[in-house]
């Protein structure tokens, strides 16, 4: 269970760590607590998953949404997101050069020069030399925004909502897939580019490389890459990108024409634009070499079209969509494969099977036949195709009873059939689960958990859940190899899934296995609202307070969000010359980049005749390997000006985000002749771990966290406890509030502290006189005890709550264990 700050500190105390509140150890244990990595369910969430079971249907629809609170990027990630631990990412796609691209993995565009120049004044409205094409949602665990698979999934999210809104509303989850919807649709009314008659002009479909982003394995806030931005134009009009966006659009209409009405018009100007566009030009393939590569190779252009040309009509009821579309339709199709990003058929089809029963006037199979030169003795009814689905997929089941259609994302396409089968029953039982319903039920309770291997493929469901998906944001790892525990817990991310032996892997370097993405997850959202619908009942509770903070493993120490987790080797010479090698990285919880990140090791001189005799060398580092121009430059040795026979290397790169990068950075320091120079009185090497072996800075999970090497950001204290015990604000530079916040105690207001009638006028355990009682105190009246800092006269009073006239260490411990409520009063006599 998530435990507050006050728990966390009594907990401290109750371990006996505040005994030497007098050292520098003081400081350590006073300084806000900082979190270090480790993947761990709430037990809260856990209670809850084992009360209720596996099957509970508003708990899964509630977790399924929360994957694409992870891959949000852009400019507003932080007033959307319900994460603590994602933040605004990739800000630069707001400022794309307006140039043609040298190479595909270089700033620019794929727009020709001549083209950008006709068309300069709508590309760049403000003449600033940049496009704006920021927002949408990361691809998966990397960060591309691949233009099909995000139309795809902005379309697919807003089917769901459209068919079984009532789902989302009866468990109060309406809004937060609005949020969503509108966070994929505004992006791709962001995209497109229209004249001042409305004409569209140019669509982005794609931005950033696959082959340049899959080189690193990073957060996205810290991705400094080079994002090159596609766009298709009346030369190149790429017709699956333009409809597929379109009918997204047109989907986002008639779930908000009726709360929303000028944004769901807005909506609908979009999706009429994209789709006059498409049948005003020539349509094509998209040019798969032109941006997503191998990654996602589209295959045809005609069953987007045809379910785009279905919504279009449900808005507008103009039948020339249909009568457009209908050449194209591919009547036989739904049953030959499965809904998904590349092959939309069970979709389209199922949507003109809606229109021809909701409007027969239509006749929309007579249409079909007219158009495509058919006779009265070929088709039927758009229903039949699709019911044929189902045999054919039950045929398909594992041993373990599982629909297994392909290797790649099994899970994706089992339920999107789920989605299929209840948008069936709506229509064709009078919204009742048929034998189709119930055997998709049987499916989702496989994903669930009832398998051979019981486990459960969606992440953080239960306590049985595939914990280690392929995602770079929430692993918080060096890399997808890195047999670690992940930092965040991914909750209800849909893993790729099972084999057709009921076998599954779950690790994170498997990209097919656990792989995650939006448009595995897009389809499994609808399932889960259509299940609820059909099988949900009051008994049915979603989980409170969700999501919950991460959980992490406490540790005392200088900091705030930013720590160093590093080793070392020794090589020490009898002479007492030698080196130690040093491996690190620095770690933080925060999603907010700072600049001139430095890191400093302190050492001891005074067995030293020479201090400067010391040198330091780099030995690798990593982000200069993977992320150049990035290079961190060792410098010093350097004095440290606090105290006496200390001084310090330092680290530092000027313009890269070093800080979360989960890149090493390796080098070594000692004396080689000359003197003499013993590092175990050396400050930084503290609880430095050591290893006898160079395998070890070539492994994972070696380095382990340090509060003796100091974390700097413009030459400011962020992270670490330096030689004389001064530890940073408890805020980041960048961060810092602009009042002073209060301590949680179990979320009651800070009271007053009991006074005798003389003591009336003072706050009694107020060190730094903000008028609270709290863990700030603590961390001031040890500043003020080391030299580091000092209390006014009022503050001297107020900190001496054992009243022996002057306030010392025992003082501290007394005032710290008042505020975990260990203490009832102050003072005390």
């Known amino acids: 269970m998530k435990q507050t700050m006050t728990e966390r500190i009594r907990r401290a105390a109750n371990c006996g760590l505040a005994i030497l509140m007098g050292t520098a150890l003081s400081v350590q244990m006073a300084a806000v607590l900082v979190p270090t990595q480790v993947n761990e369910v709430p037990n809260a969430v856990l209670e809850a998953s084992a009360a209720e079971g596996n099957y509970n249907y508003a708990k899964l629809l509630q977790y399924s949404m929360y994957f694409y609170d992870a891959n949000m990027c852009g400019t507003e990630v932080d007033e959307n997101i319900r994460y603590v631990w994602r933040g605004d990412c990739h800000t630069y796609d707001a400022q794309v ?6 190479t595909i993995q270089s700033p620019g565009t794929n727009l020709t020069q001549s083209f950008i120049d006709k068309n300069k004044d709508i590309l760049d409205p403000d003449g600033d030399g940049f496009i704006d094409v920021a927002g949408g949602f990361h691809d998966a665990g990397d960060h591309v925004k691949f233009g099909i698979p995000e139309n795809y999934s902005a379309a697919t999210l807003g089917w769901g909502y459209y068919e079984f809104r009532d789902s989302y509303v009866k468990t109060g989850q309406d809004d937060h897939i609005e949020t969503i919807l509108r966070y994929f649709n505004d992006y791709l009314m962001k995209c497109t580019f229209r004249d001042d ?15 340049l982003d899959h080189a690193f394995w990073n957060s996205p806030e810290i991705d400094e890459m080079a994002r090159p931005a596609w766009f298709l134009t009346a030369e190149n009009p790429q017709t699956d990108y333009v409809v597929s966006a379109a009918g997204a659009l047109a989907i986002n209409y008639l779930n908000f024409k009726d709360t929303d009405p000028e944004y769901a018009e807005k909506s609908l100007d979009y999706a009429t634009a994209l789709m006059d566009f498409a049948m005003t030009n020539e349509k094509q393939l998209s040019i798969n070499e032109e941006g997503p590569m191998a990654f996602y190779r589209s295959s045809k252009w005609e069953d987007d079209y045809c379910w785009a040309a279905a919504w279009m009509y449900l808005c507008t009821e103009d039948v020339k969509y249909l009568e457009d579309a209908a050449p194209y339709v591919d009547y036989y199709a739904p049953s030959g494969y499965c809904f998904n990003w590349n092959d939309m058929w069970g979709g389209a089809n199922t949507m003109w099977a809606v229109i021809n029963q909701t409007h027969p006037e239509l006749d929309l199979v007579n249409m079909v036949r007219k158009a495509q030169g058919k006779n009265q003795y070929v088709y039927d009814d758009f229903w039949d195709e699709v019911e044929k689905c189902f045999p054919t997929w039950q045929q398909l089941e594992t041993p373990g009873g599982y629909a297994f259609l392909s290797q790649w994302g099994s899970a994706r396409y089992n339920t999107a059939m789920q989605l299929i089968a209840y948008v069936y029953d709506k229509y064709t039982n009078d919204g009742k689960p048929s034998e189709y319903s119930d055997w998709a039920k049987s499916q989702m309770d496989y994903i669930l958990g009832d ?31 890195d047999p670690d525990e992940h930092r965040y817990v991914l909750f209800g991310a849909l893993v790729g899934g099972p084999d057709g032996s009921d076998k599954h892997i779950d690790v994170t370097s498997d990209y097919i296995y656990n792989e995650v993405t939006i448009d595995y997850n897009a389809a499994f959202v609808g399932a889960s609202a259509g299940i609820y619908a059909y099988y949900g009942d009051e008994s049915m509770e979603v989980t409170p307070d969700f999501p919950p903070e991460p959980e992490f493993n406490e540790e005392e120490g200088g900091g705030n969000s930013y720590w160093v987790e590093a080793c070392g080797i020794d090589d020490k010479q009898d002479t007492g010359a030698g080196v130690t090698k040093l491996s690190f990285m620095v770690k933080t919880t925060s999603v907010k980049k700072l600049d001139n990140i430095s890191i400093r090791y302190y050492y001891n001189s005074s067995e030293m005749t020479d201090p400067m005799a010391m040198k330091g060398s780099e030995l690798y580092d990593q982000p200069a390997v993977e992320a150049a121009p990035a290079d961190g430059v060792t410098s010093g040795p350097y004095k440290y000006d606090k105290l006496d026979d200390t001084y310090y290397f330092e680290v530092t790169y000027d313009d890269y985000n070093f800080a979360n990068c989960a890149k090493k950075y390796q080098m070594t320091m000692g004396c080689y002749y000359g003197d003499k120079w013993d590092p175990d009185n050396d400050w930084s090497y503290k609880d430095l771990t050591i290893y006898d072996e160079d395998d070890a800075f070539f492994g994972t999970g070696n380095e382990k966290r340090t509060d003796y090497i100091c974390v700097y950001s413009d030459g400011v204290l962020i992270g670490g406890i330096e030689p004389d015990g001064s530890v940073p604000d408890t805020e980041t530079p960048s961060e810092k509030p602009t009042e002073k916040p209060t301590d949680e105690r179990d979320d009651e207001p800070t009271e007053k502290p009991t006074q005798s009638a003389n003591d009336e006028k003072l706050l009694y355990g107020d060190a730094d006189c903000s008028g609270a009682v709290d863990i700030l105190d603590v961390i001031a009246l040890n500043r003020a005890l080391l030299g580091s800092g000092t209390l006014t006269e009022l503050g001297k009073k107020q900190a001496d709550v054992d009243l022996d006239g002057t306030p010392k260490s025992a003082d501290s411990l007394i005032i710290m264990k008042y505020v975990v409520k260990l203490v009832a009063e102050l003072p005390v006599k």
Do not use: W
């Open 97 to 102: 050069p307006l140039q043609p691209m040298e």
């Open 197 to 211: 008659s409305g004409k569209v002009i140019a669509h982005c479909y794609q931005v950033g490389e696959g082959g």
């Open 451 to 481: 398998n051979p291997m019981d486990r459960c493929y969606v992440v953080g469901y239960s306590e049985n859940s595939a914990k280690f998906p392929h995602h770079r944001a929430a692993s918080g790892l060096t890399k997808c190899e």
